[in-house]
Each structure stands twice: as C-alpha cells, then as structure tokens.
C-alpha cells in the first residue's frame, strides 16, 4: 500500500520538523528524460509523483490538479452524503489515473491528534473511492494535520474551509516543479584596506 505520512511533532520545534516519510523519498530528485512529444512534464512517474507530493506539503499543489476537494464536519472523518456526490461525479477519472489524497485539518487539538485525524479522512475518502472501483494500489495518502490551517480561526465555522481532503491527479496534463531550494547568501569579504565591503543589491 502505498502512503506518504508527513509528521510534524510540536515538541521537536526547537529542533527542526520531522517528517516519518518513505525510504529514499527525494521530493528534489528529478531525473531528466524526454516527454516524447506528450506535452506532459517529462520526470518518470515516481518522480513526478515525488514532486507533486512536495508541492502539496509545501501548501501549492497545482490548483488544474486537485480533482475534488471534501470537506468534513467539526472531528469527523466520515464522508457525509453532499460530499460524496463530489467523489460520485469524479470517480471515473480517478480509475483512469494515479491520485494522491491529502488530508487536513483545522488548527484546534493537538498536533499530534490532527495528524491522526488527517490521516483518517483521507483513508475515509479512498476507502469510498475504491467502493467505487478505483484501485487502492493507484492511490496515496498525505496527511497534512493542521499544517496549513488558518491560525486566526476563532472558531468551528470559521476553520470549516480546513477540514477537508483533496483528490490530486498525479498525471494532470499540467508541468510539476518541486518548491525551489532557499537561496542562501554570503556576506561579501571586506577589502584589505579596511574600506567597508561593496553592497550587492538582492
């Protein structure tokens, strides 16, 4: 089964973010090849899926690639009739492709238990499109907890618009690109005559 599991633990701030996240998973590994005239972005498959997965951990997945977003009530993972409906009108595309299905939360609870949470609603949302005939071996899931939750939601209707799991088409016809590195500068070295360093506009 595949899955991507990203984790985020409060505690471990003061020593940077931790992610439980495949073997070998490079979300910056993007081999090169040819596209062979499909207009399609030309990374493998594994790769293009690598990317578009750090796309979607960063907060920017490809807006043309998410198929169907659900939304969930206030600590439920259960997909409710209306939302159903979304995944009814979408589940023949999804057996004609790969998907990854990301799950959120809003930023109430603790971290710990929003990354559960998450989790649950995007397997709530596979589990109803493999009853559907999708096939579970084709899909993946992120779950995102309250990563990219509105911190200034007061409350349960304001952070409505965070619970939620999208339905992204790994081949959408769009391009893929991984979030690009941080550039990081080097202050310039003073001359040797003590003059101050010339300042280089960024």
Known sequence: MKRFTF???????SVGCTSRIPSGFNPLDRPTGGNGGSGMDPLPDSARRRALAAQILSGNPPPESILATVYFDF???????TERAKIDAIAGR???TEVII???????????YNLGL?????????????KLGASEAKSEIMALGSQHADKNAAGRQSGAKDRKAIIVDVNYSGPVSA???KQTTRPAAAPAS????PVTAL
Do not use: M
Not at 75 to 81: C, E, G, I, R
Not at 102 to 112: I, P, R, S, V
Not at 194 to 197: H, S
């Open 7 to 13: 984790l985020l633990a409060i505690a471990a701030l």
């Open 75 to 81: 600590d439920k993972y259960t997909v409710s009739a």
């Open 94 to 96: 999804v057996k004609a």
């Open 102 to 112: 990301a799950g959120y939360t809003d930023h109430f609870g603790t971290e710990e």
């Open 118 to 130: 998450s989790d649950r609603r995007a397997q709530s949302v596979r589990e109803y499109l493999v």
């Open 179 to 181: 979030p690009a590195a």
């Open 194 to 197: 003590g003059a101050p360093a």
